[in-house]
């Protein structure tokens, strides 16, 4: 059984920086391409960002609300991936869920953390 | 950016009835080269993770009752709840991936009447 487990979520002033974690199991983490998608409260959902295998080049690709504040990353050995977010807004407050990515969407999500940017 | 827009953006069904709800795209998203739809559709029931029920606009998830089809071709689809159930009480996305960034539907939220 595919289990994607978020931490990392919590308050954080405007302008202030959080790492969120992903810790995957019962997936072969290697060659998923790994994707964030967030929600704010009562809304719908948004694709964040993704990287790819390293078999298919590790390249990231981000939305373009967060391109060049947020970085997504993974670490192989360790089957997490990593959504690193700085300069943050009060846009940003959602609730951030961990997906696998394949070629049919994005088929196993987790439980999700949620971020709170205020002051 | 391909923009994906649902109707209704909520729909009351009685228990047993038939739901439907439809989905748009900005632009075409079938694939030529192998005739597939890049189209799925989630399944968001209260307090929890969304959850993927079909993909290539008509091939349900494992697991996912009958009672759900989808439908459509190029840039319009549809989500059949046949007979609706009351676990079947949530909101519905659809999204497509035919390209980056991959974009979803405002949702439609499906209650009982």
């Known amino acids: 059984e595919v289990q994607l487990v978020e931490s990392g979520g919590g308050l954080v002033k405007p302008g202030g920086s959080l790492r969120l974690s992903c810790a995957a199991s019962?997936?072969?983490?290697?060659?998923?391409?790994m994707s964030w998608v967030r929600q704010a409260p009562g809304k719908g959902l948004e694709w964040v960002g993704r990287?790819?295998?390293?078999?298919?080049?590790?390249?990231?690709d981000y939305a373009a609300p967060v391109k060049g504040r947020f970085t997504v990353s993974r670490d192989d050995s360790k089957n997490t991936l990593y959504l690193q977010m700085d300069s943050l807004g009060t846009e940003d407050t959602a609730v951030y869920f961990c997906?696998?990515?394949?070629?049919?969407?994005?088929?196993?999500w987790g439980q999700g953390t949620l971020v709170t940017v205020s002051s | 950016d391909i923009v994906m827009t649902q109707s209704p953006d909520s729909l009351a069904v009685s228990l047993g009835e038939r739901a439907t709800i439809n989905c748009k795209s900005s632009?075409?998203?079938?694939?030529?080269?192998?005739?597939?739809?890049?189209l799925a559709w989630y399944q968001q029931k209260p307090g929890q993770s969304p959850k993927l029920i079909i993909s290539?606009?008509?091939i349900r998830d494992s697991g996912v009752p009958d009672r759900f089809s989808g439908s459509g071709s190029g840039t319009d689809f549809t989500l059949t709840i046949s007979s609706l159930q009351a676990e079947d009480v949530a909101v519905y996305y659809c999204?497509?991936?035919?390209?980056?960034?991959?974009?979803f539907g405002q949702g439609t939220k499906v209650e009982i009447k």
């Open positions: 997906t696998t990515e394949h070629s049919i969407g994005f088929d196993h």
């Open positions: 019962g997936v072969t983490f290697t060659n998923a391409w």
């Open positions: 990287v790819k295998s390293e078999a298919d080049g590790g390249t990231t």
């Open positions: 632009q075409n998203i079938l694939y030529s080269s192998n005739n597939k739809n890049y």
């Open positions: 290539w606009a008509s």
């Open positions: 999204q497509q991936y035919f390209s980056t960034p991959q974009t």
